[in-house]
């Protein structure tokens, strides 16, 4: 029992580092463009990832059919980034952190789609009631003030959540290989190349050579704290304990997001804001739900 709470502390803290990971982005924002943010952030991580490869002594022998499944979510990946740093630059970050939390709707809807996965009449009712959250949220509770123009980093945001389910529902597709952690540096590694013509020029360059120490802390922490042991204690959280109880950790980032921008950006925290955020979490919880499980575990414990 006392092994299983101190390993909890592997995904609290992926999930901190990853809370705290829109407040570092909005600060890189200042110096950099989205696209740089992503290579020196996948630079840095894969030069943290290969430096613990070589002292875990893994084995780096490719396997080319591998690397098309790595190759495609590796462009999945990019544009899920890509498209949310850029929607960081027209929203907040306490309004990105809550609707990041909408992707598990998404990849409901996408395993409907394509594993013809069931919704149960709650799930339906929580990914209505995460919708409702969201559109309460956007619209600072007047639906008239929505609009895509004034709405653009939310709708981006939105659009990235979107994404990113896309990219698990293809992972789920793609058998791989490769142990967690060396998956998820080739990966990094196959993001770095596919964005690299966009930012391999002068002005990169000089925008690097002129960073402040803001700017450069914030890099560290994207790419080393955020990309780099974050994914690694979560790679190792899952093999430690059960998927769904490590998942749970995620209803926690939203919570540390906005803590954070608080204290960090002085970003305004409202009444509105938290119980939209509430609704949010409370429509992803039923989507997540599962209610069979539930239901036999409480007839197993009757029978007992």
């Known amino acids: 029992m006392k092994s299983r709470i101190l390993n909890y502390w592997k995904p609290l803290i992926a999930v901190t580092f ?31 990832l290969i430096t613990i490869a070589l002292y875990t002594k893994r084995n780096f022998s490719i396997t080319l059919k591998d690397h098309g499944g790595i190759f495609i979510l590796a462009v999945i990946a990019v544009s899920h980034l890509w498209i949310q740093i850029t929607g960081l630059k027209y929203t907040t970050a306490s309004n990105t952190g809550w609707i990041i939390g909408t992707t598990p709707v998404f990849m409901a809807l996408l395993g409907l789609i394509f594993f013809k996965e069931k919704l149960n009449l709650i799930k339906i009712c929580g990914i209505l009631i995460a919708f409702l959250g969201l559109l309460l949220l956007i619209s600072k509770g007047d639906l008239n003030r929505i609009d895509f123009i004034s ?25 791989l290989s490769y142990p967690p952690m060396m998956t998820i540096l080739f990966l990094f590694l196959m993001m770095a190349i596919i964005i690299s013509p966009f930012v391999l020029t002068e002005a990169t ?20 704290l955020c990309s780099g042991v974050a994914y690694v204690l979560w790679a190792q959280s899952l093999k430690e304990m059960e998927s769904a109880k ?47 499980k539930i239901f036999l575990n409480k007839k197993s414990k009757q029978d007992m």
């Open 18 to 48: 990853w809370g705290f990971s829109f407040i570092a982005t909005k600060f890189a924002l200042e110096e950099l463009s989205p696209q740089q943010i992503i290579f020196c952030r996948l630079i840095l991580a894969s030069i943290f």
């Open 151 to 175: 709405n653009k980093g939310d709708f981006l945001i939105l659009a990235s959540a979107f994404t990113w389910g896309v990219y698990s529902t293809v992972n789920k597709k793609i058998s």
């Open 246 to 292: 490590v998942g749970a950790f995620l209803y926690f980032e939203p919570f540390v997001t906005i803590a954070a921008a608080w204290l960090l950006l002085s970003e305004r925290i409202t009444l509105l804001m938290i119980l939209s955020g509430l609704i949010i979490t409370g429509g992803v919880v039923l989507v997540n739900l599962n209610v069979q």
């Open 205 to 224: 360059i000089s925008s690097i050579k002129s960073l402040s120490v803001k700017g450069w802390s914030s890099i560290l922490f994207l790419g080393i």
